[in-house]
């Protein structure tokens, strides 16, 4: 069966290293927090100025000076930072993040991602976006195979105004682990009960199908 | 040197149609709310404004955004404000987005005397159409210019009568470096001392960056969006 975006990040959790700084976007990436492995210590780090982010708040002790880049109120781990917007995008461009998680709308083969804008339909920006798949050395996608009118947004090429070039590595779907060379997807994990015909259908992109392809340890 | 002004409506004066602000926050967090206040009651109009965010609908930005103050926005997520899409996708709005780490470090820029820099954000995108391509170390950068402002308005916890300012927690966010880059900085703070009661240890933006510093009548504070956990 596809998993829902709680095992999309359960998944990506398990990419998780001892000792990683990392940025993890809005939506489905937000629930990686919640499925760290047991034994691995990691600092997520927001773009908005906070290294050490904790759960949410209990009810009624929140703080509407503490929040995480996607405005919801947080709480903070001991041994967290507070900085300014241009030193946290120095840990960001400068490399010292190790691991970007984040959504997309569409990515392609060569490792394009578009996720901020639908011309003439929806502007949201790109908000810190940009500046993370550009320097990140890992970036995992969280996104679902295909789009609300079914086609597929694992593509050939990116439609959409793009927000990095060349820069994905590894994609996770409700369907499938994908990892991104030499201009392929590479087919390597299926969601537990998917099938691989089912994947290869819904899959636009040159997609590279091993003899045996594992289900997902969850 | 004192920079205590008496209140919001003095700490203003000077600020006319057609000229660009910067405005301190990130989301709703740390924003300069009676500054705002007072922009919306003095009808300034054409203006630039550079911040991050643009509000919701009826908080922060929001509330110049409704009266068509604004005629260009300088930000870099724009997604919660419902008003301001429509203004966008109208026409009657400017808007420049730009990558929030690239924004942050145009504002740093513009406050510290650099006129532009290189970064590899926005490498083939729309956000690099007209700006000049180098490669350093085997990877595309673009040219990304300084930006400064007549006035940048910024919020912080405590400043002191000299125009020294600590923020709190991620209220800091983009509050610092506007200060540094605008002509004229008008800082509201929550606390007022006098100077020599804060620690110069713990001081985030030195009085130089800051020409006017009041204490705010009011801080609403709002909460975007108010995320927490069941008590076990």
């Known amino acids: 069966m596809a998993l829902d975006k709680n095992g999309i990040a359960k998944r990506i959790a398990q990419e998780l290293k001892d000792g990683w700084y990392v940025n993890l976007g809005i939506g489905i990436p937000t629930l990686v927090a919640n499925y760290i492995p047991e034994g691995v210590e990691v600092e997520f780090q927001s773009e908005n100025g906070v290294l050490g982010m904790g759960p949410f708040p209990f009810e009624g002790e929140e703080d509407a000076d503490l929040i995480n880049a996607g405005k919801q109120t947080i709480t903070v781990r001991k041994g ?5 917007s241009a030193m946290s995008f120095s840990m960001i461009r400068g490399q010292h993040v190790q691991l970007t998680v984040l959504g997309a709308m569409e990515v392609s083969q060569n490792g394009d991602i578009a996720n901020w804008k639908i011309p003439g339909k929806m502007v949201k920006g790109m908000g810190g976006a940009m500046d993370l ?10 996104m679902m195979h295909s789009n609300r009118e079914g086609e ?23 369907l499938a682990v994908l990892e991104i060379r030499d201009n392929k997807f590479y087919l390597i994990e299926r969601a537990p009960g998917v099938s691989v015909e089912e994947i290869i259908a819904k899959t636009e992109g040159d997609l590279v199908v091993p003899e045996f392809v594992p289900e997902m340890a969850l | 040197m004192n920079k205590v002004v008496k209140n919001v409506e003095e700490a203003l004066v000077g600020i006319e149609d057609g000229m660009t602000l910067m405005l301190g926050g990130f989301g ?13 009651k003095m009808g300034v109009k054409d203006l630039t404004c550079i911040s991050n965010n643009a509000g919701v609908d009826d908080f922060g930005l929001g509330l110049l955004l409704h009266g068509r103050q604004i005629k260009k926005m300088i930000s870099s997520y ?34 510290a005397g650099i006129p532009a820099f290189f970064t590899p954000a926005g490498y083939g995108t729309e956000v690099a159409e007209g700006k000049e391509v180098r490669e350093f170390n085997g990877k595309p950068h ?46 509201e703070v929550e606390e007022l001392v006098p100077a020599g009661e804060l620690d110069p ?13 009041f204490k705010g009548e009011k801080f609403e504070k709002r909460i975007e969006q108010r995320t927490v956990r069941v008590r076990n």
């Open chain 1, 80 to 84: 967290a930072a507070f900085f300014d």
């Open chain 1, 133 to 142: 798949v550009a320097s990140a050395e890992n970036i995992i996608v969280a």
């Open chain 1, 152 to 174: 597929s947004k694992i593509l050939k090429k990116c439609t959409l105004p793009l927000t990095g070039v060349g820069c994905v590595k590894k994609v996770v779907t409700e």
């Open chain 2, 28 to 40: 709703l967090c740390g924003i300069p709310e009676n500054s705002i206040a007072q922009l919306v």
């Open chain 2, 78 to 111: 724009v997604g919660e404000n419902a008003e301001f899409e429509r203004q966008m996708l109208s026409g009657e709005l400017i808007v420049d987005l730009i990558p929030q780490g690239s924004l942050a470090e145009r504002c740093r820029a513009g406050g």
């Open chain 2, 142 to 187: 673009i040219l990304e210019m300084a930006l400064t402002a007549d006035y940048a308005i910024v919020k912080a916890w405590k400043g002191d009568t000299e125009g020294n300012l600590i923020f709190k927690a991620t209220a800091r966010n983009f509050n610092p470096m506007m200060a540094m880059a605008g002509k004229i900085t008008i800082a």
């Open chain 2, 201 to 213: 240890n713990d001081i985030h933006t030195p009085g130089i960056f800051v020409q006017r510093i």
